[in-house]
């Protein structure tokens, strides 16, 4: 991705994560609970990797908002500004199996959204946000680099599948 992140669009992007973390700690702790935001952060860092479609054309969007919305937080709340750009970061690469697995994750997901409650699909978008936005940094990008991988995998498998190498 081309568009960096900057401090204070991480800012928000951290803020949503900490928010989540934190209904999570303050509630009962189970890790069932975590699956909304969780799973939609995953979807949001394998999106980072659809350069050049609509899912990488989204993760730009999502930088260049949370930038923008952190600028206008950061100023007005603190009268600080221009604190510039973070280390860009990316996941890697997605093979072509990869990116079906991509696409068929976002169509699951989406169906999952639709069918959510009030609480979880705020969950799952805060989510699908962070995902979008922190994967841009050198960072979170690192923390991250397992994602490419379980996506190649799953389509690698799908295709084993669909082509009778692996019985059910």
């Not at 935001?37 to 050049?52: N, P, V, Y």
């Not at 690469?93 to 699951?108: D, E, K, R």
């Not at 680099?145 to 082509?163: F, K």
């Amino acid at each position: 991705m081309n568009t960096p992140l900057s401090l204070a669009g991480a800012t928000v992007s951290v803020a949503i994560l900490i928010i989540n973390i934190r209904s999570w700690w303050k509630g009962t702790r189970e890790l069932k609970a975590l699956l909304p935001f969780g799973g939609a952060l995953i979807t949001g860092a394998g999106w980072t990797m659809c350069l050049g479609g609509l899912f990488g054309w989204f993760a730009v969007q999502a930088v260049t908002a949370s930038n923008k919305v952190g600028d206008k937080g950061v100023s007005a709340t603190t009268g600080a500004h221009g604190g510039g750009s973070l280390a860009q970061g990316t996941l890697g690469q997605l093979t072509y199996p990869g990116a079906c697995a991509v696409l068929v994750t976002a169509i699951i997901g989406g169906i999952i959204l639709k069918a959510a409650g009030k609480t979880d699909k705020k969950r799952m978008l805060g989510g699908l946000f962070a995902g979008l936005t922190l994967c841009a940094t050198a960072g979170f990008a690192e923390l991250m680099q397992w994602v490419p991988e379980m996506y190649n995998a799953l389509g690698d498998a799908g295709r084993s599948v669909l082509n009778g190498e692996v019985s059910l």
